[in-house]
């Protein structure tokens, strides 16, 4: 006698005959699956993208197929945290900007090069970010699958990844994976709790590129291994090659539409390499203020400090007001090196500092935020007429105080940070040495706010300079840095006002030992590197000619037909 079987009314309801019967009827229709083949093929890490809102609907759609994504023991350890504060943004791009200078520093140097070409922006341009993390705090012994593979919560969060990245793909979104980041620094940005960690950025947004094959292809980075290299028959054989390493030892409208604009010109993409990336970020400033020339100012500020007395500089402290005075009269090195660029010039005296940096502060707090205040203001007029803020410093001994609050920033030891100055001996730079390592132990290990390095690690140049920085960003404009001691006053105002590095040129790369840090920190690449030794802004003055030039090339060259 033949029974009915028992069919559940929930699960599976196919029995053992059936399935053997047509092995193949789970799969989906012909013309189904060669779509899915299509997604996973022509799925492609976007660089550049489109401002344009993500629908909130095409978002939870994504985000819904990240979820869908299998998971060991059914943990689930991903969190998606959805990015669109175009503050946070810029902050996450800086950083990445920074590991990026880093790792091309341990390349070779044709390796280094290509890396540097390549376009990181999409941190800046596409609308969304989405940070995933991976909450770690339930014990690997707590989850099946977990205890003989502890890190399988980190594969399953991967596998989400690339859920949301084949689903952004079907719905015509673009996902970049940037994994540029200091992991703990990326954490601490978003936020997250202990015992939780990230596993990078993702830019999501409607792409600005259609690329027909992966971008590493095409920049000649590396090619795809055909299956049958990485496909093994039952065992690992021992003369199976090692994977090769592609890495040899180791930036919204406005900004979209600056490259769209480039996009038309008679000349192929990133033609001017570095000037490119600065000129837009020119462009794009410009764009929100059509009434400003496009032309520039060299500010030249002026500090004095006793830690002179120290012997830590081969010139006297008579040489700062020399400058001055042949500054007023237009014969001063920076001066005509800002004739010579076709910027104004201007130069101010900032005083004198009270303290001598080694035994007392150099600052009080007060004096602190009264020089930011008059930086601010003195950054806000150059912006009132010109698109571009050259800086620059004289001040005998200053190296000194630059390589301390350099030191002090960044948790860099004295020897890091300390270099020669303007013709230091041997003799001289360990007293250099010797000072800023007494003034990094009178203020401890502890971390300093930016004011509190200001007074006490600084001078009053600098609180000048970070304060026209700040001035000349909120009017937007761009600034335009000079050697060590400029570069440091644009880390204080970056520390200040995060978004300000928006609106950074690394103008040169001097021989300071701490600048190409400082440079890195900012996810600046300097437009000259010529080992200057001249201060008073002539690299910045010269960075800044340039930079004009490119802008003025850019915007007379032919258009080409859309």
């Known amino acids: 006698m033949t029974w009915n079987r028992p069919v559940p009314l929930i699960g599976d309801r196919t029995s053992a005959a059936e399935r053997a019967a047509e092995v193949r009827a789970w799969a989906f229709p012909e013309a189904e699956r060669q779509a899915f083949y299509d997604v996973l093929r022509e799925r492609r890490d976007i660089r550049r993208y489109r401002p344009d809102a993500v629908p909130d609907d095409v978002l939870d759609r994504v985000l819904t197929a990240a979820h869908v994504a299998p998971s060991v023991g059914h943990s689930q350890p991903w969190r998606f945290i959805v990015v669109a504060d175009p503050g946070t943004r810029e902050r996450a791009a800086r950083m990445a900007d920074e590991q990026r200078l880093r790792q091309a520093a341990q390349l070779e140097p044709d390796a280094a090069r290509r890396l540097l070409d390549l376009q990181l922006e999409g941190i800046r341009e596409a609308p969304l970010g989405i940070v995933v993390t991976c909450d770690r705090r339930t014990s690997a012994e707590g989850v099946l699958g977990r205890a003989t593979f502890p890190d399988a919560d980190l594969w399953s969060c991967a596998c989400a990844i690339e859920n949301l990245w084949l689903a952004a793909r079907a719905e015509g979104l673009g996902v970049g994976w940037v994994t540029l980041f200091d992991p703990l620094e990326l954490e601490a940005l978003v936020g997250v709790p202990d015992g939780v960690v990230t596993l990078g950025w993702l830019c999501l947004g409607w792409p600005d590129e259609r690329p027909p094959e992966p971008g590493l292809e095409r920049a000649g980075w590396s090619r795809r291994q055909p299956v049958g290299e990485v496909v093994l028959r039952e065992r690992w054989s021992e003369d199976t090659a090692a994977p090769v390493s592609h890495l040899r030892a180791p930036d919204s409208r406005e900004v979209v539409g600056a490259r769209d604009r480039a996009d038309a010109l008679l000349t192929t993409p990133g033609s001017l390499g570095i000037l490119d990336r600065y000129v837009d970020r020119v462009e794009a400033a410009a764009a929100a203020r059509s009434d400003r020339a496009l032309a520039g100012t060299l500010l030249l500020v002026a500090g004095r400090h006793p830690v ?255």
């Open 308 to 562: 002179v007395a120290h012997g830590v500089s081969a010139y006297g402290p008579s040489v700062t007001d020399d400058v001055l005075a042949a500054s007023d009269v237009g014969q001063s090195a920076g001066a005509a090196a800002a004739r010579a660029a076709g910027l104004t010039f201007a130069a101010v005296d900032a005083g004198s500092a009270t303290g001598d940096l080694a035994h007392t502060d150099p600052l009080p707090a007060e004096e602190v935020a009264r020089l930011l205040a008059w930086g601010r203001a003195l950054g806000a007029e150059a912006a009132a007429e010109h698109v571009l803020l050259a800086l620059g410093e004289v001040g005998i001994g200053n190296t000194t105080v630059a390589a301390a609050l350099a030191a002090g920033l960044l948790g860099l030891s004295p020897d890091e940070a300390v270099g020669l100055g303007a013709g230091a001996d041997t003799a001289m730079v360990q007293r250099k040495t010797a000072v800023v390592a007494q003034a990094l132990a009178r203020v401890g290990s502890g971390p300093l706010t930016p004011e509190q390095a200001l007074a006490a690690l600084g001078g009053p140049e600098f609180c000048v300079l970070a304060g026209a920085v700040l001035g000349a960003a909120e009017a937007r404009a761009v600034t335009v840095l000079d050697g060590l001691a400029t570069s440091v006053a644009g880390l204080v105002a970056v520390r200040l006002e995060p978004g300000a590095a928006a609106y950074l040129v690394g103008g040169q790369r001097s021989r300071e030992r701490a600048h190409e840090r400082v440079l890195e920190h900012l996810g600046l690449e300097p437009l000259l590197d010529v080992r200057l030794r001249a201060g008073e802004g002539v690299g910045a003055a010269l960075a800044s000619g340039l930079l004009l030039s490119a802008l003025q090339v850019r915007r007379t060259i032919g258009r080409t037909s859309p």
